[in-house]
Nanobody, 121 residues
Framework: QKQLVESGGGLVQPGGSLRLSCAAS????????IGWERQAPGKEREGVSC????????YYADSVKGRFTISRDNAKNTMYLQMNDLKPEDTGVYYC??????????????WGQGTQVTVSS
């Protein structure tokens, strides 16, 4: 059974950090591009970050550059999103995603169920 399961979300104060994890089963994360999307209340889902399996290049939305880092542990078949210096506008449901190609193009065909991140004092 193919499955992506996120964890690590929660409530954090502005300026704090969280690390999101996404454990994959039945899907090799070292084959397709992997990424994170988020959806804030009342807004459309947006791409946050992507890691290409073609050349290892990364993509970050302008709003998170310098603060977020995407990574992958092939041995654990798990991907991560390290989020530092969090801001209230980072609040939303975060989804990990993968497939159907190996390079980053903003298109995925498999997502996890999402994990809530709330940045508030």
């Amino acid at each position: 059974q193919k499955q992506l399961v996120e964890s690590g979300g929660g409530l954090v104060q502005p300026g704090g950090s969280l690390r999101l994890s996404c454990a994959a089963s039945g899907i090799p994360l070292d084959y397709y591009a992997i990424g994170w999307e988020r959806q804030a209340p009342g807004k459309e889902r947006e791409g946050v970050s992507c890691l290409s399996n073609t050349d290892g290049s990364t993509y970050y939305a302008d709003s998170v550059k310098g603060r977020f880092t995407i990574s992958r542990d092939n041995a654990k078949n798990t991907m991560y999103l390290q989020m530092n210096d969090l801001k209230p506008e980072d609040t939303g449901v975060y989804y990990c995603a993968t497939g159907p190609v190996s390079h980053c193009n903003g298109i995925y065909n498999f997502w996890g169920q999402g994990t809530q991140v709330t940045v508030s004092s």
